[in-house]
Structures are given as structure tokens and as C-alpha cells.
């Protein structure tokens, strides 16, 4: 078992910096998750560290091992590709098992990796099989499998996911939980899916153009975003913004937005003080904008009045696309919820969770205040 760290890692292709002063410590035995939109730079940071692509500053170590100029085959690490990569014109048995051989293991050993694998994954009957005859999913197990079986320090995921639906995505995400757990072993996982990185991670690195946002456990990345840019991308539906100004009146303070103003709790006035006066983002998530009628009773409730757009019916919940004025905006509300498109009706803040953002700081990725 290893841990894993990025020590002032970069990574150039010519004028192009794909990872930027990438400083990360992966404790041993952790699933941590790299997160972002495609481009910013989370696949080439694995890469990186599979020594599939030459780093341009810094170090990566395993363990205590500076890795650098070490060949990728003796890193001792596995790798899982969104591709499965199977060989078709063999068995999922000698699939798993051909890393071994090339090993030259003794043919015990590596009965006994790929039967232990194979019960782990629920492959047991598949190993006579060849890829053509197995589902998107078996398939996904088999390539991870022929990882398990090599039993290396570190497992890489890149994106294994993405080839499978929707119902088999959400049963593979909870199996690699649990091969996780089983296996003790360090998994990094990268993923464009900010759903997967919240069900699975111990911890959650969020990347944007090329550099680290935030690193933090998913509960706290969703409660305490570091600025705009992970408030946005965490959760879903995304958080909502406008564009504001605070104020104070009659020893009152209120976020203003043109067409409708909140206030800010007594007890939050002291921290916003910085920003009285000032041009600020204010960020709300749609599950903490009720229906007066099913509001939680214990929340400091600001009214909005709003016009209905569009409804979704989700089942357990409906979403609802909302206008007041230039402002358009989603809630997550109660599904005994009756409205239509057109509907005018008031919807309730809870001013018990909100963001503000300071773009004076940082135009284009707000800080949180």
C-alpha cells in the first residue's frame, strides 16, 4: 500500500499548461476522486503519475519513491481506461491473467490471483468467455479484474464509467465502493461525473484549467465551496447565482438584485461587512428555495415572488424553472406542489444557507466571503 504526492508538478506542451503547480498528498489507503470539465487538466495529472506522460516540473512520489524517471511498468500500479481494452480473441481468464504471464509468475500464483479476483467481482462464470460475449458492464469488470489481479500499490481510474448507462453506472459506482473497502488499497479516480465523485470519495480535488480549486471531503466541498467555480460545479442542479449589491438599512443588511432583495440574518452581518457597498455574486442551491406550503419550519424564510417557466417531475421532487425580472433560476421543491407554466406564485429563500462571492478579488473566480 502506498501513498501518493504531487510536489509542484507541471506539465507544458509547448505554450499550452495542461497542469499548473499541482500540489496534492494522497494518504495511503484513500479514494480520492479528481474532479472538472474536460480540458482541465485531471486525466493528464493521472497520466502523470503512470508515468504515461513525462512530467515538465516538480515530482511525483509513491510512497517515499521519487517516480520521475521510473518506467511505467515498475511503478507498481494499475490502471483502469474508460476503454476496456480487452483483448477479444481470448478469454476473460487469460485476459486477467496475461499481465502475469509476462511476469513470468508461476502458473499457481496466477491461478489463484485470477480466481480471487474473478469471486471478488462476481465474474466467476465468465472467465471461459471471450469479450464479444459479455455486457458493457461485465466487460468493466473484467478490466478491473486484470488490475485487481496485479495487486499493486495504487489503482488508476480514468473515467471507467462512461461507456456504461445510467442504471449500470449507479450499480458499478456503489461495486467499486465496496472493492474499495475490500481491497484497502489507494484508488484515484478520475471523473467528469460530479455525482460519482460525491457518492464515492473520502476526498474530492477539484481541477480547473489546469489547476487545483479545492481539495476536501465531498460534504464540506458542498457546504464550503472555496469560490464560485466549485459552488457551480458541485451539485446538481448547479447553484444558483445573481449578480448583486449589499446594503444596509436601518441597521438592516440585504443583498439587493434589482427586481427582488433578501435580507442577510443579524447574526451573518458582521461577516459581510467587507462587502457592503460592493458589486458581489449571490449564490443559493435549488434545494434551499421552498414552497411556503412545505418550507421546513425552523428556517429563516425570505420571500421572492416568482414566475413558473418550465416544470420537471421528478418524482420524489419537482424542479422548477423560475423568472423574477431578468433573473432565471431553478428549485427544488416538494412534489405535492401544484403549479403550471405561467403560474405566478412566491417561493421562499433559506437564508440559513447561502454564498456570497467577492469578484473584486478575483473577476474571473470569486472567492467566497
Same mark, same amino acid.
Given at each position: 500500500m502506498a501513498s501518493v504526492t504531487y510536489d509542484h508538478v507541471w506539465k507544458r506542451y509547448g505554450d499550452v499548461v495542461a497542469v499548473q503547480d499541482l500540489n496534492l498528498a494522497i494518504e495511503d489507503k484513500e479514494f480520492l476522486v479528481l474532479v472538472g470539465p474536460s480540458g482541465c487538466g485531471k486525466t493528464t495529472a493521472l497520466r502523470c503519475l503512470a508515468g504515461l506522460e513525462e512530467i515538465s516540473e516538480g515530482q511525483v512520489m509513491i510512497g517515499d519513491q521519487v517516480v520521475n524517471d521510473v518506467a511505467p511498468k515498475d511503478r507498481d500500479i494499475a490502471m483502469v481506461f474508460q476503454s476496456y481494452a480487452l483483448y477479444p480473441h481470448m478469454s476473460v481468464y487469460d485476459n486477467m491473467a496475461f499481465g502475469l504471464k509476462l511476469r513470468k509468475l508461476e502458473k499457481e500464483d496466477i491461478d489463484r490471483r485470477v480466481q480471487e479476483s474473478a469471486q471478488?467481482?462476481?465474474?466467476? /462464470?465468465?472467465?471461459?468467455?471471450?469479450?464479444? @460475449?459479455?455486457?458493457?458492464?461485465?466487460?468493466?469488470? !473484467?478490466?478491473?479484474?486484470? *488490475?485487481?489481479?496485479?495487486?499493486?500499490? !495504487?489503482?488508476?481510474f480514468d473515467e471507467p464509467l462512461s461507456n456504461l448507462d445510467a442504471k449500470l453506472r449507479v450499480q458499478?459506482?456503489?461495486?467499486?465502493?465496496?472493492?474499495?473497502?475490500?481491497?484497502?488499497?489507494?484508488?484515484?479516480?478520475?471523473?467528469?461525473?460530479?455525482?460519482?465523485?460525491?457518492?464515492? *470519495?473520502?476526498?474530492? *480535488?477539484v481541477m480547473n484549467k489546469g489547476k487545483l480549486q479545492q481539495l476536501d471531503t465531498p460534504q464540506v466541498l458542498y457546504d464550503h465551496p472555496a469560490n464560485l467555480f466549485v459552488a457551480g460545479f458541485i451539485g446538481s442542479p448547479a447553484m444558483n447565482f445573481f449578480n448583486g449589491k449589499v446594503s444596509v438599512e436601518d441597521g438592516a443588511m440585504f443583498v439587493n438584485m434589482d427586481t427582488f432583495r433578501v435580507r442577510i440574518p443579524d447574526h451573518d452581518k @458582521?461577516?459581510?461587512?467587507?462587502? !457592503?457597498?460592493?458589486?458581489?455574486?449571490? /449564490?443559493?442551491?435549488?434545494?434551499?428555495?421552498?414552497?411556503?406550503?412545505?418550507?421546513?419550519?425552523?428556517?429563516?424564510?425570505?420571500?421572492?415572488d416568482v414566475t413558473v417557466d418550465v416544470t420537471e417531475l421528478m418524482g420524489n421532487e419537482i424542479f422548477l424553472y423560475l423568472v423574477n425580472g431578468t433573473h432565471d433560476f431553478i428549485a427544488r421543491v416538494d412534489p405535492r406542489t401544484h403549479v403550471d407554466f405561467g403560474d405566478k406564485m412566491q417561493v421562499v429563500f433559506n437564508m440559513d444557507n447561502f454564498h456570497i462571492f467577492d469578484p473584486s478579488l478575483d473577476p474571473e473566480n470569486p472567492p467566497v466571503v
Open positions: 471478488i467481482l462476481g465474474i466467476e /462464470g465468465l472467465l471461459k468467455r471471450k469479450p464479444k @460475449e459479455l455486457s458493457g458492464g461485465q466487460r468493466q469488470r !473484467v478490466a478491473v479484474g486484470r *488490475a485487481i489481479v496485479r495487486e499493486p500499490k !495504487v489503482f488508476l458499478t459506482r456503489a461495486e467499486l465502493s465496496k472493492l474499495h473497502k475490500r481491497l484497502e488499497t489507494t484508488f484515484i479516480y478520475v471523473t467528469h461525473d460530479q455525482t460519482e465523485a460525491m457518492t464515492m *470519495a473520502t476526498r474530492i *480535488a @458582521e461577516r459581510y461587512q467587507s462587502v !457592503v457597498g460592493k458589486d458581489i455574486i449571490f /449564490g443559493i442551491r435549488p434545494e434551499d428555495i421552498h414552497n411556503p406550503q412545505f418550507a421546513p419550519p425552523s428556517i429563516i424564510a425570505e420571500p421572492v
